[in-house]
């Protein structure tokens, strides 16, 4: 492994650079789920976090009441129908609550002024509770169905002892729960 | 099936492949427990003959029986499965399967064809092929591979092979051609000894006249076999 | 029956290419499982290098790089962090435990790790097992030092004995002036085998590695004379300033997320915190085109393995028409030649399957210690996997369709010779 390590070391460098393109990247988005445990009755907590732009459809700051209408009504379908973008088992009978759902200007981008610079992002967040144990189920994903522009998501998994990860390209991908 | 005759073709014509005519037979007979020698020079038709009487060659008009049995009616696996239990064959050379010992050898159609088993008269497959061997003067080599066996004892694994489970005809395509004088009298002597204890009709064909006093009936296949006039 | 006994014969018969194939096919066969072994092994404990830390927090800058340096050694960091920082990680309401690590230092090519307890507490690999000691304790005092396991086979190390540590990463032929000799370790205790990169690190309590830096000034050691001799140097008296890295568990599996977040927004000082097993899939992703072709290149051997049968089988028919003829004769239909045929293909390649899996087991047998010893890779001894498994089933489902093409060719000419084959 030591040998392998090595030339990782060397291999990895280059995209690693690479990696943070996800961070404001137009058709992608990030999704975290965490679970205390698989077992029993397992609650949890599901984050998502896009470009405004596949979510409202636009970045600048809302204004018309035209806009705002259009803000509220992107994030009332991301509250509403988030089950049908983040599958989770049947088996289990999850059940997500919205805690939240914003669009906000991406802070940390400098003084950059004019309307075409500017970026937004969607934060919503999800309490989950299941009724019966995630254990050796599958979390699938549906997100074009919903918003047709997400077609590229980073979705991590953390339940117990389990860390994983799936790059849910157009919503191929399952997420298994390990037993 | 004994009143039958063993062999009945009428006007049997057969070509390979829109060739010319290789079979053209009117009639031919054969009696149940006969032992016929059927001579042609090469080319008469002989291992065409041979091969529309085993149901190896379809697609000839008229009619063949065999065993009372027409042969054109039964499907390509009920032939087979006919030849497997009812006939035994001996051909002139290379009989015998080089992997497998001189028992199972003999034993391989009784293997193969329950039928054919359940023709031995209770005996186990071992007791048969060993009655069989020893008529044929080669019971001491039951056991041996093969591989080395002379020609003439081949010939006699042969022989004891088609005999196994005492199918009622025999044809036997120039077995003795490779063998010496001596032999191929003392080879004959002893298939119709065995013939005659297993009740089996033998068809036996060559182009060496020299044995043909042996027999009960001579053919001239030329004489039958009118493709070639 | 017959069939089987048949082909059994044929194929003992023509001995040495029935042993040429199954050895062929075996080969490719142990080839195919044997990577695949090694592929899972090698996954299994590189996923199992580090367990049960939700979080690895360092001074921002690449992830991998991040994991490399703190659970790999490979590499180094950047920057450091300041102690100020880890304690006020170390105690927000949301952790559990944290294992600080200060790093930079080496002895002889091994790297030398600044920890405390809670690394021989609380450090976790291969899902649950924890550091247990071979012999000796975990290090008390300043002075002290714990080897890894391979540390100490190499270097032939015991309890007891004395270790100067070198300033920098340097090789093991690379040591020389920036040694510092004047603050020798004293061995407590040596690690029990963990198999992962555990081993090959020296272990030393922080104030270890700030009391040898002490008498430092801008990365330089002290004038002759100068120095502060190690018997003044007590643990009450060393002032941790900085570290390079830390583990974090925290309290439940939902504050990870938040913790994440806010570890690498805190404004006093730029952090970052990776969750491990998330960057070592990333990172499993990577070589995971080295893997990929690998794969292709076992799948082509068993290919041509499979090939090699078909020539064999295919080769031998001219010189078994004479059989084919005989087992007419005796009234064996065509679909009795052609699945003599197909039984010996699949002969061929089960027996291929099962020499190939008992090579497997061999060779793993046989090599996995020397393996995990010098690769610091643990292959399972076990059969094939899942995957294996799948292998091996297309492998045999390959030679049965390859039967057919000699299959086929028999039948054809059994039609066209019939009772009579010209020799």
């Known amino acids: 492994m030591r040998f392998a390590l090595v030339l990782l070391a060397v291999g990895v460098i280059l995209p690693a650079q690479t990696r943070s393109r996800k961070a404001h990247e137009h058709g992608s988005a990030k999704v975290n789920i965490a679970f205390e445990t698989a077992k029993g009755a397992p609650k949890g907590v599901v984050e998502f976090e896009s470009p405004a732009d596949s979510v409202v459809g636009f970045e600048y700051e809302a ?117 | 099936m004994s009143d039958a005759p063993a062999i009945r073709l009428t006007d049997v014509q057969f070509a390979y492949c829109k060739g010319p005519r290789v079979l053209n037979i009117p009639s031919l007979e ?90 031995l008269n209770g005996m186990s497959l071992e007791q048969a092929a060993e009655q069989t061997a020893k008529r044929l003067g080669i019971g001491e080599l039951l056991h041996k591979p093969v591989t080395n066996l002379s020609v003439g004892q081949q010939q006699r694994v042969a022989a004891a092979r088609s005999l196994i489970g005492t199918p009622e005809l025999i044809i036997a395509d120039e077995p003795t051609s490779s063998l010496d004088y001596d032999h191929r009298e003392k080879f004959l002597e002893l298939l119709f000894e065995s013939c005659q204890a297993a009740g089996s009709t033998l068809l036996f064909v060559s182009h060496d006249r020299s044995l043909m006093h042996l027999f009960d009936r001579q053919l001239s296949l030329p004489d039958i076999n009118k493709a070639g006039s | 029956m017959l069939l089987l006994s048949l082909a059994y014969h044929s194929l003992k018969n023509r001995v040495l290419t029935t042993a040429l194939t199954v050895f062929s096919i075996g080969l490719s066969i142990a080839l195919l499982i044997g990577v695949e072994n090694v592929r899972v092994g090698a996954r299994e404990s590189f996923a199992n290098t580090i367990s049960q830390t939700d979080l690895i927090v360092g001074a921002r800058g690449g992830s991998l790089q991040l994991l490399l340096y703190t659970v790999f050694r490979i590499g180094s960091a950047t920057n450091n962090i300041s102690f100020e920082t880890y304690e006020h990680w170390k105690n927000h309401p949301a952790v559990a435990w944290t294992i600080p690590y200060s790093l930079g230092d080496s002895h002889r090519g091994f790297r030398v790790v600044g920890t405390d307890e809670n690394f ?86 922080l104030e270890g590695i700030s009391a040898v830096h002490i008498d430092w000034a801008d990365g330089a050691p002290p004038m002759p004379g100068e120095e502060v001799p190690a018997e003044k140097i007590t643990k009450q008296s060393v002032k941790i300033d900085q570290i390079t890295s830390f583990l974090l568990r925290s309290k439940s599996r939902i504050d990870t997320l938040r913790l994440q977040r806010e570890i690498s927004t805190y404004t006093e000082e730029p952090l970052q915190a990776i969750i491990p097993g998330l960057t070592l899939q990333e990172l499993w992703r990577t070589i995971g085109y080295a893997e990929d072709a690998l794969t292709v290149v076992t799948f082509f051997v068993t290919i041509v393995g499979l090939l090699g049968m078909l020539v064999s089988l295919y080769t031998s028919l001219n010189e078994r028409r004479r059989e084919m003829a005989i087992l007419r004769a005796i009234g064996a239909g065509p679909a009795k030649i052609i699945s003599l045929l197909v039984l010996e293909s699949f002969m061929l390649s089960a027996a291929g399957c099962i020499l190939g899996v008992g090579l497997v087991y061999g060779l793993s047998v046989t090599f996995q210690p020397i393996v995990e010893q010098h690769f610091g890779l643990y292959v399972p001894i076990q059969g094939p996997t899942t995957t294996g498994w799948i292998y091996l089933g297309a492998v045999m489902v390959a030679g049965l369709i390859i039967g057919f093409i000699p299959a086929w060719k028999a039948y054809r000419n059994t039609l066209s010779d019939g009772l009579s084959v010209r020799l």
Do not use: W
């Open chain 2, 30 to 119: 054969v009696v149940a427990k006969e032992k016929v020698f059927l001579f042609g020079p090469s080319g008469s038709g002989k291992t065409t003959l041979l091969g529309v009487l085993a149901g190896v060659l379809g697609g000839y008009t008229g009619t063949v029986e065999v065993l009372g049995r027409d042969v054109a009616k039964m499907s390509g696996s009920q032939r087979d499965a006919f030849r497997g239990s009812h006939l035994g064959y001996i051909f002139q050379l290379f009989n015998l399967i080089p992997y497998l010992s001189v028992l199972e050898n003999i034993t391989l159609p009784c293997r193969l064809s329950a039928e054919r088993r359940a023709r």
């Open chain 3, 120 to 205: 021989y507490k609380h450090y976790r690999f291969r899902r649950d097992k924890s550091i247990e000691f071979a012999s000796g304790r975990a290090p008390a005092d300043v002075f002290e030092v714990a080897l890894g396991s391979d540390v100490a086979r190499d270097l032939g190390y015991k309890t007891g004995d004395k270790v100067v540590i070198t300033h920098g990463v340097a090789s093991a032929a690379g040591r020389g002036i920036l040694d510092h000799k004047d603050k020798p370790f004293t061995v407590t205790g040596v690690l029990a085998k963990t198999a992962t990169p555990v081993d090959r690190s020296l272990y030393i309590p």
């Open chain 1, 63 to 179: 204004k018309t009441p035209a806009d705002k209408a259009k803000v509220t009504a992107a994030l009332n379908t991301l509250k509403a129908r988030f089950g049908e973008m983040v599958i989770f088992p049947p088996a289990a009978a999850c059940k997500l609550t919205a805690k939240s759902a914003k669009m906000e200007a991406e802070h940390h981008d400098g003084k950059q002024k004019g309307k075409q610079e500017q970026h937004s992002e969607v934060h919503a967040e999800f309490d989950i509770a299941c009724a019966k144990p995630l254990s050796g189920l599958e979390i699938r994903f549906g997100f074009t169905k919903v918003f047709p522009k997400i077609h590229d998501v980073d979705v991590a998994l953390l339940v117990g002892e389990q860390q994983s990860s799936a790059d849910v390209e157009n919503d191929k991908g399952v997420l298994k729960i390990a037993k």
